[in-house]
């Protein structure tokens, strides 16, 4: 009786363990509603990839395809700080056959010594970099925002604030629906105030380890190990924030750059649908 009880025991956690490390990508879905958003928009759909740090993920490129999205957004991180970026440039080079993309940077890009050149390659493919400003896009007479900020390139949360407010009072005031990409989902106290009816960010990789009931995350970035932020079990890891202002989506990310693997945190793609909020 006892050896059935260790083997199952054995069994059990050999199970647990295999489905913590699950690594199939997971494409999660968001319809995000707003009165602001002009009916030519309704069901614009944005794929949302981040922190994909130069590591390649079986079936991606196909998946985002599959979904058919009017734009693709890069919320930072497309290579890591070590190794080449070519397989992120080859990543790019597929997406942009499929729709626009746009992206910003991350920390990862921007601890890069040759980070310039691997700008002028993704520009040459035709990835538009957002450097704290914005775009707009015209359909059938209504327009609505896509805007981006730089990653702050500082582990000092009070700079990292000074430069978000130095950054958004270089945009020209806008009354339309706004969008904006920015990287690091840990500064949202720092972002919510500001105006922006949706914030898509990444940077938190999920929490790296999650609980499997709740799905927190465990542990932030070393990045965010600054100020008084948690370094357990972060505010902003992924998944969908509310405050009075804003809602924010943060993406899980699809690479690694820890050495210590994803547990119960498989690589993940946002889908996100706009829908005009219809008059009741």
Known sequence: MKKLIKAAALTGGALFVLKGLDNRLEITHYDFSSDKIPPPFDGFKIVQVSDYHSEPVP???????????????????????NG?????????????????????????????GDYEQFER???SIGVVTLHNERRIFTLRGS?????????????NTSKAADYIHTSVA??????????????????????????????????????QFRLPTSGKGLVSPRSGWVG?????????????????????IVNRGTGNPMII???????EITVITLKTKKEK
């Open 228 to 248: 008084k932020a948690s370094v357990f079990f972060p505010k902003y890891v992924g998944g969908r924030y509310k405050s009075t202002h804003t809602e924010m």
């Open 121 to 123: 390659e993704l520009s």
């Open 143 to 155: 327009e609505f925002a896509l805007s981006g900020i730089d990653d702050p390139f500082t582990t």
């Open 170 to 207: 270089k945009f020209p005031k806008y009354n339309g629906f706004e969008i904006l990409l920015f990287h690091r989902a840990n500064l949202f106290d720092h972002l919510k105030s500001y105006g922006f009816d949706l914030i898509l960010a990444g940077h938190m990789h999920g929490g």
């Open 84 to 112: 080449s970026y070519l397989p992120a440039l080859r990543l790019c080079e597929h997406l942009t056959d499929i729709a626009p993309v746009y992206a910003v940077t991350g920390n990862h890009d921007l601890w890069r």
């Open 59 to 81: 079936g991606l490129v196909e998946e985002i395809k599959r979904e058919a999205p009017d734009i693709i957004v890069s919320t930072g991180d497309l290579s890591d700080d």
């Open 261 to 267: 693997p994803r547990l119960f945190n498989r690589p």
